[in-house]
């Protein structure tokens, strides 16, 4: 087993961790807790991506109330000697898998007073799943009769910026900001109304946990500090469920040493991550192995992240798949919009799946754990884009096919939602 260089103890808040602290913003000064060198294999421990805020219990109260400023924890920043400004870094994905002391995971519907997610018109209530994670088959018992091998993955890994490209994203986030405060209507996609979630999440220092920076840095950087919440050109909070076991994945060098962090644990997650608290998250290790590619950027002309999928499973083989287009669920015509071609798949599979005895939070979930495949299938034919989700017949134990509608048990009553104050 590779050496551990980052280690978590699950029991403690991430403020109290008793070897290195994580951190929660993306900064260029914060500074390295592990130095390796090109071609060393190692091991990183993580915390799940609230840092212990939900439970392993009956209650969705603490996905209704979780602290949104508190997250991503990640461990690192890995410094790697010899990486600089335009090189890229060469990460290889070698295990993946849960802590021992946590070997359970978890999904939620956040609730719209919290955020929401991409359905939160449909699910506005906070519901939670409880996951059993067996090495890299999971199973719920508020989901009954799935179980599956799932698709591991960090759901959030990247390099530190620059300054100036720290400012780049606080800019363009801050206008598009500003935009939507002037004219709500005009930020295409997104809900209105009292209670609609941020068009971006700006630096703030509330909550923010900047590693091993002493106190008065850590405060003035934290002003400026970016959230881990979207994915930007370093990487960062993406969601792909393809970066798993044995994938390798080539990330653009900001800053001296790269600076490599890493955290949200996925257990699995479909494609979109729908749900918002997606995935199955957990706390978890990953063995990684680094090597550098001098003036990579450059010579392969990248800027963003780029990655060779891995070739371990699931290897699913049987799949129902939804399509949806560009018309809203009231009947309006979108031009070309891909945002409600994917919406309308997904509600189309959720409403299947309640003909199987789910309710339609537990199809909602479905969807964010089980590794679903999502596609545009079609942008080119005016007005419509195609866009479809496939869900595979093998993680469930029954037949989901369409062979087999109007044989549904109730599978509702174990799920867990809606517990009041």
């Given at each position: 087993m590779p050496e551990t260089r980052f280690s978590v103890d699950t029991e403690r808040g991430p403020d109290e961790q008793p070897d290195k602290t994580p951190h929660n913003r993306w900064h260029p000064d914060i500074p390295a807790t592990v130095s390796v060198k090109p071609g060393d294999t190692f091991r990183l421990e993580m915390l799940d991506w609230t840092g212990g805020q939900i439970h392993n219990d009956e209650n969705p109260n603490d996905i209704r109330d979780v602290e949104l400023e508190q997250v991503h924890y990640l461990s690192g920043p890995v410094e790697v000697e010899g990486a600089e400004p335009g090189d890229l870094l060469k990460v290889e994905l070698l295990d993946l898998g849960p802590l021992q002391e946590m070997e359970w995971g978890f999904n939620g519907?956040?609730?719209q007073q919290n955020g929401g997610g991409f359905l939160t018109d449909h699910f506005p209530d906070a519901a939670k799943t409880i996951w059993d994670v067996d090495g890299t088959v999971?199973?719920?018992?508020?989901?009954?009769d799935v179980r599956y091998e799932g698709k591991i993955h960090p759901g959030l890994i990247g390099t530190a910026p620059s300054h100036e490209l720290l400012e780049e994203w606080n800019t363009r986030e801050r206008e598009l900001i500003e935009k939507h405060e002037e004219d709500p209507e005009s930020i295409q996609n997104h809900p209105t109304g009292e209670e609609d979630p941020p068009v971006a999440n700006p630096p703030t220092e509330t909550a923010a946990l900047m590693g091993e920076m002493d106190s008065d840095e850590a405060e003035e950087a934290a002003r400026e500090g970016?959230?881990?919440?979207?994915?930007?050109?370093?990487?960062?909070?993406?969601?792909?469920k393809e970066l798993s076991l044995g994938t390798t994945i080539y990330f653009p060098v900001y800053v001296e040493g790269a600076k490599l962090s890493m955290g949200d644990m996925h257990a699995s997650q479909g494609d979109g991550e729908i749900s918002f608290c997606g995935g199955i998250e957990m706390a978890g290790y990953a063995d990684l192995r680094?090597?550098?590619?001098?003036?990579?950027?450059?010579?392969?002309?990248?800027?963003?992240?780029?990655?060779q999928p891995g070739h371990r499973g699931p290897d699913f083989s049987d799949w129902v798949t939804f399509e949806g287009y560009s018309v809203t669920e009231d009947g309006e015509q979108r031009y070309m919009d891909a945002h409600v071609a994917y919406r309308r798949a997904a509600l189309e599979a959720i409403d299947y799946l309640a003909k199987f005895g789910y309710s339609r939070e537990q199809a909602y979930m479905l969807l964010s754990t089980v590794p679903v495949e999502g596609r545009i299938s079609g942008i080119v034919d005016v007005p419509n884009v195609c866009a479809t989700l496939s869900i595979p017949n093998e993680a469930f134990e029954f037949d989901i096919t369409p062979d087999s509608l109007g044989?549904?048990?109730?599978?509702?009553?174990?799920v867990v939602t809606d517990d009041p104050l």
């Open positions: 519907i956040f609730s999971v199973s719920s018992r508020h989901v009954p970016a959230r881990t919440v979207p994915g930007r050109e370093n990487g960062g909070n993406c969601d792909i680094v090597d550098v590619v001098k003036d990579g950027m450059e010579k392969h002309g990248v800027d963003h992240p780029i990655f044989e549904s048990e109730n599978r509702s009553k174990s």
